[in-house]
């Protein structure tokens, strides 16, 4: 059994467990999101129950993704879909803003525009009801939505930073970075510590978190995980 003892080396279950108990749907070890919500599902320890738990969660509600420091035992019952290396970064301050493009606070009317972002550019799972996980801000042109950033996992004294993405039209314009430092500059003004989540093979994307003020906390797997 994987001994993960810090808060941050199993953030989607103490998500579950606490602030964004709200979203899961599970039992006492092992919960995932609502499917509407979020794809991410955890378990409590590694031991075989929870693991057994875990699994009849896929099996009834469809595939999840699972992301934690160490290894991630697959459940009886399931597969392994993809497992990809990712980093953990932390940020303590965050650059101060240079000039910014306008941006706009996200609501429930830009869903439709969000999820079309989304699918476009494919920044993590994002559903229909994934904008109520935190506050989501925006840059549009013409009244098209080019770019988004976000709050996801919140856990607690940490809130991650995530959906960030842009129109492949209009990259290159600094909107990422712009999006990255608003969210995580309110996250550092609520008193909490923001946190993000990036594939190891996304030096780009990597490169930017540093750029802002983010370090690299610790690896971790991401696994989907699918019925037989």
């Given at each position: 059994m994987t001994d993960l003892t810090h808060p941050l080396d199993r953030p989607i279950w103490h998500a579950l467990s606490e602030r964004q108990f709200a979203y899961a749907?599970?039992?006492?070890?092992?919960?995932r999101f609502v499917a509407d919500a979020g794809m991410?599902?955890?378990?409590?320890?590694?031991t075989p129950h929870a693991l057994a738990d875990l699994g009849e969660l896929v099996r009834t509600h469809g595939p999840v993704v699972l992301l934690q420091a160490g290894a991630i035992p697959v459940p009886p019952g399931t597969t392994a879909q993809m497992t990809m290396l990712g980093v953990q970064m932390v940020a303590r301050r965050?650059?101060?803003l240079d000039p910014a493009p306008p941006v706009e606070r996200l609501t429930a009317a830009d869903v439709p525009a969000m999820?079309?972002?989304t699918a476009a550019t494919q920044p993590g799972p994002f559903f229909a009801r994934t904008h109520e996980l935190g506050?989501?801000?925006g840059v549009k042109i013409d009244g098209r939505l080019v770019a988004m950033a976000g709050e996801r996992l919140k856990l607690p004294g940490y809130t991650e930073v995530s959906a960030v993405c842009t129109d492949p039209a209009h990259r290159g314009k600094g909107y990422a970075g712009t999006l990255s430092r608003i969210v995580a500059t309110q996250i550092l003004n609520r008193g909490e510590t923001p946190i993000l989540h990036a594939y190891a093979s996304n030096t780009p994307a990597v490169r930017l978190?540093?750029?802002?003020g983010f370090e690299l906390r610790t690896h971790v797997n991401v696994t989907v995980?699918?019925?037989p």
């Amino acid at each position: 059994m994987t001994d993960l003892t810090h808060p941050l080396d199993r953030p989607i279950w103490h998500a579950l467990s606490e602030r964004q108990f709200a979203y899961a749907i599970g039992a006492a070890r092992a919960r995932r999101f609502v499917a509407d919500a979020g794809m991410f599902a955890a378990t409590r320890d590694d031991t075989p129950h929870a693991l057994a738990d875990l699994g009849e969660l896929v099996r009834t509600h469809g595939p999840v993704v699972l992301l934690q420091a160490g290894a991630i035992p697959v459940p009886p019952g399931t597969t392994a879909q993809m497992t990809m290396l990712g980093v953990q970064m932390v940020a303590r301050r965050i650059e101060p803003l240079d000039p910014a493009p306008p941006v706009e606070r996200l609501t429930a009317a830009d869903v439709p525009a969000m999820l079309a972002l989304t699918a476009a550019t494919q920044p993590g799972p994002f559903f229909a009801r994934t904008h109520e996980l935190g506050t989501f801000w925006g840059v549009k042109i013409d009244g098209r939505l080019v770019a988004m950033a976000g709050e996801r996992l919140k856990l607690p004294g940490y809130t991650e930073v995530s959906a960030v993405c842009t129109d492949p039209a209009h990259r290159g314009k600094g909107y990422a970075g712009t999006l990255s430092r608003i969210v995580a500059t309110q996250i550092l003004n609520r008193g909490e510590t923001p946190i993000l989540h990036a594939y190891a093979s996304n030096t780009p994307a990597v490169r930017l978190y540093e750029q802002l003020g983010f370090e690299l906390r610790t690896h971790v797997n991401v696994t989907v995980l699918a019925p037989p």
